[in-house]
């Protein structure tokens, strides 16, 4: 018969009224062998009662210089902001501005995968926004992980080739990967009955359960290890879903879960540091550093959003957020890259290494190389 109407609830499931009757679809859950990996309720740690602790800076970062960059599109133009930057195993650069992504090497900026073919119905429409906060996660020179190419699935992307993940997430946020073939995707959503987690282990996809209730926006990955970072609530700005209330850090040590609670706000970012540790960063200027069984909380003054962390060692850690924050810790002491560097109140909202002890950052207003 004639299809008269359609709308989609916010679960996904289909409403469909035609001339002969009217039909409700669900969204499939997952049942096939495989697919639904249980690995126990995650257990909570302690919940803090007290606020972070304030931390301090000593000056400026000396022998670092900040050069904005430019960088030539393919078939014209420039790119002079990206929203998040990967670096990849050989040095190269995975970024996307938003609604492209692509891989920069040799000083050449390709596409990571071909642009979608022209049709009538594009012209003069405004590409479409990614969805996902963390959207790349390159393993090799041409190999990684994407978000947002799929409806929900993850992307493995070989060369210019792209492969679709059989599973989906409602809302996917972010994704990390080891070079040992694991990888993980997050997500945020607003419907509990649906898993958060997907994991790409031993060649095939499955959904954990494990992790509490909540919003994930970043996730880092070590060996067997992976941290997972959010909030317990989720709100949106219409592209993309963001954490808010009480900040959720998920740590799964290779067997099982265990969760800390942050009260001081949701978390944004998160970096492995090393067996049982990482940083994390989120609103108000929030700062975790877990080692082993410690957590050290702190607090940025200004209470600027932080929304990057990239660590190199024990005595290399940065971390970027809005206002122009760019901070390093070298081992002794936090200091900051010279703001005006930058520009006026920007946000940076992605870092990655660079050659010779530098790094990479990015955001909505610029693209940066800070040079040692």
Do not use: M
Not at 224 to 235: M, V
Not at 273 to 293: K, S
Not at 301 to 310: D, E, K, N, Q, S
Request: charged residues 15%.
């Amino acid at each position: 018969g004639e299809i008269r109407d359609l709308a989609f609830d916010a679960r996904g499931a289909l409403g469909l009224a035609a001339s002969a009757g009217v039909w409700r679809g669900e969204p499939r859950a997952p049942t096939a062998r495989g697919e639904l990996e249980h690995l126990g309720a995650a257990t909570p740690l302690p919940v803090p009662t007290d606020a972070p602790s304030a931390l301090t800076t000593s000056g400026v970062a000396a022998g670092y210089t900040v050069e904005r960059l430019s960088l030539a599109l393919p078939g014209g133009g420039t790119l002079g902001a990206a929203r998040e930057l990967r670096a990849a195993p050989d040095g190269s650069l995975w970024l996307h501005d938003g609604t492209r992504a692509y891989r920069y090497a040799a000083d050449k900026l390709e596409p990571l995968v071909a642009p979608p073919a022209p049709t009538p119905a594009r012209q003069g429409a405004p590409e479409r926004q990614l969805p996902c906060h963390a959207c790349l996660a390159p393993t090799g020179a041409d190999a990684g992980f994407a978000l947002g190419l799929a409806a929900g699935a993850p992307s493995e992307l070989t060369g210019r080739a792209r492969a679709d993940g059989p599973l989906a997430l409602e809302a996917p946020a972010a994704v990390a990967a080891s070079g040992a073939g694991e990888a993980w995707v997050v997500g945020t959503g607003l419907d509990d009955a649906w898993p958060r987690v997907l994991r790409k282990h031993a060649g095939a996809w499955s959904y954990l359960t494990g992790p509490p209730l909540g919003s994930f926006v970043a996730v880092a990955v070590h060996g067997a290890e992976a941290w997972l970072a959010g909030g317990h609530n989720a709100t949106s700005d219409g592209t993309r879903d963001w954490p808010n209330g009480a900040g959720l850090l998920c740590h799964f040590d290779g067997r099982a879960f265990t969760t800390h609670t942050e009260p001081h706000g949701a978390l944004l970012a998160v970096a492995a540091a090393g067996p049982g540790a990482a940083w994390a960063v989120g609103a108000a200027g929030l700062v975790l550093h877990v080692d082993g069984t410690r957590i050290e909380r702190l607090a940025v003054p200004g209470a600027p959003w932080l929304r990057a962390v990239w660590v190199g060692g024990p005595n290399d850690v940065w971390l970027g957020g809005d206002e122009s924050t760019l901070l390093h810790w070298d081992g002794t002491a936090w200091r900051h890259v010279d703001g005006a560097a930058l520009g006026v109140r920007v946000a940076v909202t992605s870092l990655a290494p660079g050659p010779n002890g530098g790094i990479w950052a990015a955001g909505p207003a610029g693209l940066w190389h800070v040079k040692r």
